[in-house]
């Protein structure tokens, strides 16, 4: 019998996460200040949409914890696990009919990564 499934994090964590990685990276000494001041917009804008009064979809919580967990990676000077950011593009293009204001922060953050040679 399959054993039932863990709930993910919850909307207030999930955004609490994005605010806590928006701050750290904008302390990232080893970013260019744009990438700092992009990172750090793009990760307040996702903990944004996921603060808002309706109910998360499971698209945006994984946008919002993949998105995290990139951010964090680059704060803490490691190149973004490749397996993650494709986790992060798969997730873009499942949310895009659901949440696709969110699937639209996460594909700028892509984007942002991207320029960053990553």
Excluded: C, K, W, Y
């Amino acid at each position: 019998m399959p054993e039932p499934q863990q709930p993910g994090p919850t909307p207030p964590v999930i955004a609490a996460r994005l605010r806590e990685v928006a701050r750290l990276v904008r302390q990232a000494d080893h970013l260019e200040p744009e990438a700092q001041r992009s990172l750090a917009d793009l990760a307040e804008q996702l903990a944004n949409a996921m603060s808002t009064p309706h109910a998360l979809t499971a698209e945006e919580a994984e946008l919002g914890q993949l998105a995290e967990q990139l951010i964090h990676e680059l704060h803490r000077e490691e190149t973004p696990a490749a397996a993650t950011r494709h986790r992060l593009q798969e997730a873009v293009v499942a949310a895009e009919a659901r949440a696709p204001f969110a699937a639209g922060i996460a594909r700028q953050l892509l984007d942002v990564i991207a320029n960053l040679g990553i």
